[in-house]
């Protein structure tokens, strides 16, 4: 018998809270935990083996350093003051621009980026490269637009909805809403709700469709100008919302005058029209939300689609609206606002690329390091991401990393990445530490949970990243020293240590900008958490809108407020609701008015010039590359890279490429065949399973394989299949639309 432990799941971005037996540090028993307040006991079958996650035969356990074709382990102290010392000498030589910071955190806890931004800033660099930016980008920008600012994600509200359309989202393997599968069911038992799913093919999501329209790949901007279009014909849309909240409409209904919706959804779709009408009805009638994901982030046109069903939301009164989309308040944001338009945003040297929420585009890095301009990226830390299996274009990584100066991965498994690198440092796991991720949203309430060590740290040398990258800020001296008595405040409670903090900033009104650090030092050391210091801190610097909502809910208004509600979260570790947001969703808006931003200028030419004929033209594909890669299924059978032990599947068929029986038939192969892969960017050579779940002319495989676990390779990695080249205008990578051809290799 163990003893069982609140914790979350850090799998994938719902956290679900997680009840954990624990015996002897190892985790025997997992179930969903029925007191955390959004999952609500729900788990799914990733989550039940989270053990693979915690233990595996590829964990670090000491820092290590490259030498020659292998690592050799050394000590913290060396390895801290190698890489200050040189990061220091990179910046004095190069400028800096030569450094990049990269990931700072995946679905399972962000923390570490408080104090990896620091440190960017510190070297006076502001290239931030993030997975962010490999699915959404695209919709980031256009939120800001709308929203008025970027940070303001908005997101779909599905449970408080009666029509719940996915579009490009496959939920029931990928979840990406509380409590996914109960909810899908809800929908399709409940005669007073609908789901419609939009989606090439016949998704595990669309089986449970009222309606499913298998459009053609990569048509979904056609589609949606039709469907506009269709309800404009009808006057469907809700005049009064639009009247009420949305400004620049009078422009952009124009966009769709005289667009041809029938003969776009049968002639290029190859929908039936009389399907479409119906989807355009239930949309703009009912109480509609609309779940976009990586079919439209990760495709053709990603920008002008987002635009487009943000148009189709703001026109049916559905955005900004609970049970709709909304704009949730967070914590802490997603990242920083960032506006290409002001000249003092930063361009990459090679693309003159902008950052969207501050992220720059990992299609783009491998360029910005091989470049030969003076400035290119020379020095690099990775942490908590793993761009040699995550970031398309593998081949093109592996060669900007030999054209590094320095390499640093921080990391719980000696990954891809870190094999490259020159410096390994190991990190403790989520856990093993207190952390949290951005991905707490709710609306109106805010739920919140810090996640607590439940296991006892493998390797005893293991740090939290924030403080790893503490360590570099201060063996670099960009910290002033501080007074002993910030550090024994700590040691008093949060009240009496901010009293003091306070004071000292008073009088040190130039180390102000170095709150968060000072914080991250002082506080960290008394709590013995760098982590929990940051949330401190977030707290501290929480907006007024979350400290308004937080007294709503019975908090004390004044300086006591951090605190008490400090407190309340460690003694919550299943989580819980801190805040009750006032007003309406409106009210979250950046607008001066408060009202949606519904005209972006720069999308009217695009959106005007996908028309019907370029559309059918731009969607030929190539002679030599007949077919669809779907470059990364998130099924579940796959953890992004979180899971690296292959046996976590068991017996479960994962490392396949799923293929139409049709195609098959076509290309003379059967289930279990090898057949080989060719794209732009190389080949591979995988096995075959025929699936219903494969539209025609398409070929799936899925994301996070071709993992080296304890030395062996296992499965196809995806991303040696994608080329840099294939992104969009927002260079978000095309992943769902990789033009390929594939061969019989050999019968089993
Ligand atoms: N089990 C599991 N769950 C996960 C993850 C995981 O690794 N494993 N990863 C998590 C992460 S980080 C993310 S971002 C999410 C991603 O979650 P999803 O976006 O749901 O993942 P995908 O598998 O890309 O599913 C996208 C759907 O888009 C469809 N599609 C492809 N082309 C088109 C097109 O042209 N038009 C339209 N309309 N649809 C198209 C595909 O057929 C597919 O069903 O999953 C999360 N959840
Ligand atoms: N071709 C293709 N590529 C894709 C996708 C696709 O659909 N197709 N999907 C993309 C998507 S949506 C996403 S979100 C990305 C995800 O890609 P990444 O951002 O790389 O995220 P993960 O694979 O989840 O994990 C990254 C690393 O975090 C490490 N890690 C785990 N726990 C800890 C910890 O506690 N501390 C530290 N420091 N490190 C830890 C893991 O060992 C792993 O090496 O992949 C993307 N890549
Ligand atoms: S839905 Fe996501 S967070 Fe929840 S148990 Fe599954 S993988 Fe974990
Ligand atoms: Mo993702």
Redesign the pocket.
Known sequence: MGEWKKSGC?LCAQNCGLELEIEKNHIIKVRGDKDNPRSLGYCCRKGLRIAH?ARNGDRLHYPLKKVGDHHERISWEQAIGEISEKLLSIKEHYGPKSFAYV?G?????QM?VGTGLRLLSFLGSRYYY??LA??FSNVFWVDGRIAGKQGLTSMSDAHRADTLVAWGWNGWMSHQEPRTRILLKEFAENPQKKLIVIDPRLSETAKFADIHLALRPGSDTLLLKAIIRIILDQEWEDKKFIEDHVNGWDEVAPLFNGFESKRAVEEVCGLNYEDVVEVARVISQTKSCIHQD?GIY?NRNSTINNYLLHILRAMTGRLAVEGGQIFPAFLYPMGSDSDERNPKTWRTVKHKMFPVLGVFPPTILPDEIISDHPERIRAMIV?????L????DTLAYEKAFQALELSVC????Y?E??RLCDYILP????L??Y?TTCFNYSYPEFYFQMRQPVLEPISPEAKE?SAIILELIKAMGFLPQLPDSLYEAGKKGITPYLGTMNAYLMENPQYARFAPLILAETLGKALGSVNQALIVGLLINSSKAFKTGAVAMGYPADMTMVEKMFQDILEHPQGLVLAKFQGDNFQMLRTEDKKLALKIEELFEPLQAATIDKERADLKLPENYPLILH????HETV????M?NPQWNGSERWATMLMNEADAKDLGISDGDKAKITTKASAAEIEVEISPYAAQGCVYIR??GGLIYEGTQYGVN??EL?HSTDRDEMCT?I?RRIPCRVEVKSSK
Not at 383 to 387: E, G, M, Q, R, V
Not at 427 to 430: A, G, I, K, V
Not at 631 to 634: E, M, N, S
Not at 639 to 642: E, I, L, P, R, V
Request: charged share 15%; hydrophobic share 30%.
């Open positions: 850090i996650y990931g955190g995946n679905v399972g806890g570490e993030s997975s490999q699915e990586l990760m942490s908590a991401c793993n761009p299996r995550s970031w398309p921080i990391d719980i498994a990954t990445t870190a990190s403790l796991s989520y093993e530490s952390d990243g470059a990364g299924l998130h953890a992004n890279t979180m690296r994301h996070g995806v991303n994608v990578p992943h």
